[in-house]
């Protein structure tokens, strides 16, 4: 009897898409691909690892570059802590490993960021070594070929159907098989309306068979969303502008750069901005009362944003860890997308 794995190697190497990554064995590649495809679009995040490896061609090279630089390569990817934890990891391969990626599954695990779907991954892709991964695309494949209807986001759900992968994982090519599950899962097994008609695991599918497909797989708890409300003062004259970098006890963007921010529970009006200690510090202004309003969204965030133009004849660093630069200049420093979208609706009008 033709096995799973066969069908889906089978599958896989007449559908697989075409992607820089899956040209290298190199485990650095493989790792910074992997970091960049956790929570981002393959089209968005091919652009981002050309530039990435490209700039930072192999693990030395990023673990001597300034922290300021790695964020600026990843900004618009969001998720910044992923760029802080490749940072840091390249760092202790440097030191621990001599800058010789590791290749045991344990010292792989052991880096900074690296979770067992990551690790997995590596070292199946680059080293065969025989660890099934269990993303997203793995847990619907997995869930609707045996019909298995345990949350997947259980202690539960995660312990059977890390089980069951490593169970199914053809340990002859460990990476073949992790590559094709996936891939499968991306394009043929979708979340919505997959082809099963069509599909070539149809007859082995019990979803298909009990017609659960539509059902699985199945979540036990919706992620709860935070509302924000961030008032930005874009403090400036002519193309001099006001940054602030963020500290590192908050819980987005650390270290990155915005406007000076006014969080509270409510967006401001231009009569409590007037009246903001802030404003006391920037000397005399005009404030144009007309502000500009983005709604951004994060995974558990929703942020509600508002930009006020403020003209001073001369611009100062009024609040802490701000600085002055220009528009020209602010792309030097890493600063979030909700940031981007503001200057790109301010360029064109
Ligand atoms: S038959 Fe449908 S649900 Fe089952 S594996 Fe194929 S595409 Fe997925």
Redesign the pocket.
Same mark, same amino acid.
């Given at each position: 009897m033709v096995s799973l794995s066969s069908v889906l190697a089978f599958w896989y190497g007449h559908y697989r898409r075409e992607l820089p990554w899956r040209e290298t064995r190199d485990p650095y590649r493989i790792w910074i691909s992997e970091v960049i495809l956790q929570q981002t679009r393959v089209n968005q995040g091919m652009e981002y690892y050309l530039r990435f490896v490209d700039r930072f061609p192999d693990v030395c090279s990023l673990a001597e570059a300034s922290e300021q630089e790695v964020l600026a390569m990843w900004q618009g990817l969001g998720y910044y802590s992923r760029a802080r934890n490749l940072h840091t990891a390249a760092r202790q391969v440097v030191s621990q490993h001599n800058g010789t990626f590791p290749s045991s599954y344990e010292e792989v695990r052991a880096l900074k960021g690296i979770g067992d779907y990551t690790a997995a991954a590596i070292c199946s892709i680059a080293f065969d070594l025989p660890h099934a991964v269990v993303d997203g695309n793995v847990y619907r494949?997995l869930s609707? !070929?045996f019909a298995i209807d345990t949350p997947i986001d259980s202690n539960q759900g995660k312990k059977e159907f890390q089980e069951l992968a490593q169970k199914i994982l053809d340990i002859q090519s460990p990476g073949l098989h992790n590559q094709a599950v996936m891939e499968f899962g991306a394009l $043929? %097994?979708v979340p919505v309306n997959?082809? %099963?008609e069509n599909?070539p !695991?149809?007859l082995n599918?019990r $979803?298909?068979e009990l017609q659960l497909?539509s059902q699985l797989p199945v979540k036990a708890k919706k992620t709860a969303v935070k509302e924000l409300f961030y008032t930005y003062l874009y403090v400036h004259s002519g193309d001099e502008v006001v940054l602030q970098k963020r500290s590192t006890a908050n819980n987005i963007w650390k270290n990155m750069y915005e406007f000076p921010l006014i969080e509270a529970s409510q967006l401001l009006t231009p009569e409590e901005v007037v009246c903001h200690p802030h404003l006391l510090e920037i000397g005399p202004f005009t404030l144009n009362p007309q502000p500009i309003d983005f709604t951004h969204l994060l995974s558990h965030r929703k942020i509600n944003a508002r930009f006020y133009k403020i003209e001073v004849d001369t611009v100062s660093s009024f609040m802490k860890n701000s600085l002055i630069t220009t528009l020209q200049e602010i792309h030097h420093y890493p600063i979030p997308r909700l940031i981007t979208r503001f200057l790109e609706y301010f360029c064109a009008v």
């Open positions: 494949v609707r !070929l $043929a %097994c997959p082809d %099963c599909c !695991l149809k599918c $979803a298909y497909v």
